[in-house]
């Protein structure tokens, strides 16, 4: 009876050791999260489901760039989403725009922290069908 509270206190110390490990491993990846979206930055850049694809966004001014990479030079590049800047250059802020994925992998929106307005953001490897559109 000894031998097999011995036994059970053990696996709980242990179990209460790991808990308290993950809970730190995980709080040190939220404080780095933190730390990573309240810096900040005038570009910022966002994955999508597709393994080579980024969005790189000005935040300050709205403008949006896919990025593709490759070990293929003719297959990497940086190309426009939106060529005209959503805001005059004397409202730029830094952090002023953040984009947010939506479940289709192919549409992003844009979101202007600081009067609300909103904008579905395409990207793709078709150059037509890459497009941004204002939601009223």
Do not use: C
């Amino acid at each position: 009876m000894k031998s097999i509270t011995s036994v059970f206190v053990l696996a709980l110390f242990m179990m209460t050791s790991v808990s308290q490990v993950q809970g730190q491993s995980n709080n040190d990846k939220r404080n780095s999260d933190k730390i990573t979206s309240q810096s900040i930055a005038n570009y910022r850049l966002f994955s999508t489901e597709i393994i080579n694809t980024f969005i790189k966004l000005n935040t300050q001014n709205g403008l949006l760039w896919q990025v593709q990479i490759d070990i293929e030079d003719e297959r990497r590049y940086e190309t426009f989403i939106n060529t005209l800047p959503l805001v005059e250059n004397e409202n730029e802020v830094t952090d002023r725009f953040t984009l947010h994925g939506t479940y289709n992998i192919y549409t992003f929106i844009l979101l202007d922290q600081i009067d609300g307005r909103m904008w579905q953001v395409y990207w793709s490897d078709k150059p037509e069908e890459r497009d941004i559109i204002l939601i009223k």
